[in-house]
């Protein structure tokens, strides 16, 4: 059974960084992507990041490029959402997500089969 636990949410100030982690158990080895979203109040649910996890490649939303890194430690089973130079917008909870399937269209959630509980992250101005 697999299972995603997410940690690392905090409330900051703008411009300040935070590293996001996701813990994932169960037949990991299978995974073909593992992907960040995010969910801000009343809007819909986005994606901010992914790696495919056999290459390596990662790949993000304009509004987090050069400010967001997506990384994996495959012996921990973790992956890692380091941000930076946060600002009010990126005040959501964010989830990690898990693909058996690969796909190019990553950032559509209807490909992720496992998803975690979510970790909020406010960013105050």
């Known amino acids: 059974q697999v299972q995603l636990v997410e940690s690392g949410g905090a409330s900051v100030q703008a411009g300040g960084s935070l590293r996001l982690s996701c813990a994932a158990s169960?037949?990991?080895?299978?995974?073909?992507?593992m992907a960040w979203f995010r969910q801000a109040p009343e809007k819909g649910r986005e994606g901010v990041a992914v790696?495919?996890?056999?290459?390596?490649?990662?790949d993000y939303t304009t509004s987090v490029m050069g400010r967001f890194t997506i990384s994996q430690d495959k012996a921990k089973n973790t992956v890692y959402l380091q941000m930076n130079s946060l600002n009010p917008e990126d005040t959501a909870t964010y989830y990690c997500?898990?693909?058996?399937?690969?796909?190019?269209?990553?950032?559509?959630?209807?490909?992720?089969?496992?998803w975690g509980q979510g970790t909020e992250v406010t960013v105050s101005s």
């Open positions: 790696v495919y996890t056999g290459s390596g490649i990662t």
């Open positions: 997500a898990a693909s058996y399937v690969f796909s190019s269209n990553w950032s559509d959630e209807e490909w992720y089969m496992y």
């Open positions: 169960g037949s990991t080895n299978r995974f073909k992507s």
